[in-house]
């Protein structure tokens, strides 16, 4: 009898504990979906950008979640570009923007991706700006002067 009565409640305990798991996991999933991020647009191109232009790339998005959107993390692809993120959450429904800096002392084409982490997915968000840096204008040659 005692043997039927330990494995009557170490049966209720080990529903009760995978209830209890289950649940647990069902508000894990509802936490990850509670913020989305829509980027106006995932690549910038440009076909020629002057020698040592400083026009940044700007990726604009609004958080379309319910929740406040934080940018955890924002990495470039390498040292020539540098990009700068919101520093604080974005409320619900409310815009904000990711500046991109690319070295264009750098001549010739480039493609270079910028990978945006989020509270809002454990997925990251890719970034893409491509262009042609065009050479540097020589300096008009000064002519001779003549007395």
């Known amino acids: 009898m005692k043997i039927i009565a330990i494995l009557a409640v170490s049966l209720i305990s080990l529903g009760t504990f995978a209830q209890t798991t289950n649940d647990k996991a069902k508000k894990e999933v509802k936490t990850e979906a509670k913020s989305t991020v829509a980027f106006k647009t995932l690549k910038i191109e440009r076909a020629e950008i002057p020698y040592d232009s400083k026009e940044p790339f700007v990726f604009e998005f609004k958080n379309n979640g319910k929740t406040p959107l934080i940018i955890t993390n924002v990495q470039t692809s390498c040292g020539c570009t540098a990009a700068e993120k919101p520093t604080e959450p974005i ?44 050479p540097q204008e020589a300096a008009p040659a000064e002519s001779p002067k003549t007395n």
């Open 91 to 134: 409320a619900k429904g409310k815009s904000s923007k990711i500046v991109v800096n690319y070295d264009t002392k750098r001549v010739g084409q480039f493609t270079k991706t910028i990978t945006v982490t989020t509270n809002a997915s454990t997925e990251p968000i890719i970034l893409t700006i491509t262009g042609k840096v065009l």
